[in-house]
């Protein structure tokens, strides 16, 4: 869509690309968001990491747990809930609980049933892994292999030259937080699209003024990027001062060039 403006790959010969999509997901493309003017950065290719449960049917049979009853308890375990407040000392304290989560050994020792005062945990009847969550597509970079890729999308109604300034500074800002070897490398950059649209209008405006001044019988000069009509009268330095106040910033002092005959 109009909103794709900026694509990048993150390349890394000593990472795989689990490891590439974690560094896009949890760090860069937050960074990548603040970025005044984006909408969104969308994850593209590699492998999202993810826990895997694999349940032994025997065992749940052997214990008398169904299995809604385990999915339930690794759902309930994995929330932050918040509580009232404790006074103490004209004081009031945020009661809040903290269940995220942390990692497989934590899934592991979930109390999914307790019988006659002897807990049965997620390890006593189930594996759990760290593995690849299931992949819709892929992404390619020159034919080379996989790779990890981000897509930057603006707002609606910014300007896209300089959405893509901003992605391009914030992208050196946080290059140095990288892991080392891992680097950003440009695959879709709009500006280029952009300019050479902007050369093409200017240019083919300047030929038909160009055509049009000729067709009222005099000539047009282009210089410093402006244009002056060349009508054979003389330029008084009045003339010329009021030109050149009227000339764009980037384009000061320009040279007008003396009309022939005079």
């Given amino acids: 869509g109009v909103g794709w403006v900026y694509q990048y790959a993150l390349l890394a010969k000593d990472k795989t690309l689990a490891e590439l999509r974690s560094i896009q997901d949890w760090y860069l493309r937050y960074q990548l968001t603040k970025a005044h003017g984006v909408a969104e950065v969308a994850s593209i290719g590699g492998f999202v990491q993810t826990y895997q449960v694999t349940v032994d049917p025997d065992k749940l049979r052997a214990y008398g747990i169904p299995l809604m009853k385990v999915a339930q308890a690794i759902r309930d375990s994995n929330r932050d809930v918040g509580g009232r407040v404790v006074e103490m000392a004209e004081t009031e304290y945020m009661v809040r609980g903290r269940g995220y989560l942390r990692g497989r050994e934590d899934i592991e020792r979930l109390v999914v049933k307790a019988e006659k005062g002897t807990p049965v945990l997620i390890r006593d009847i189930a594996r ?22 981000g897509i930057a999308m603006a707002r609606y109604g910014q300007n896209a030259l ?8 914030k992208i050196a800002e946080v290059s140095s937080g990288l892991p080392e070897g891992v680097t950003v490398e440009t695959v879709y950059d709009r500006s280029d699209l952009i300019h050479r649209a902007i050369d093409t209008l200017k240019r083919t405006l300047i030929e038909e003024v160009r055509s049009y001044a000729k067709a009222q019988g005099f000539d047009l000069v282009l210089a410093d990027g402006v244009l002056y009509a060349n009508t054979g009268l003389d330029i008084t330095p009045a003339v010329l001062a009021n030109l050149k106040s009227r000339a764009p910033a980037a384009a000061t002092s320009p040279a007008v060039p003396k009309p022939a005959g005079k």
Avoid at 137 to 145: A, F, V
Avoid at 162 to 169: D, F, P, S, Y
């Fill in 128 to 149: 759990v892994e760290l593995v690849p969550d299931e992949r819709r597509g892929l992404t390619e970079l020159n034919g080379e292999g996989e790779v990890v890729s």
């Fill in 162 to 169: 300089e959405v893509i300034h901003n992605l391009k500074t």
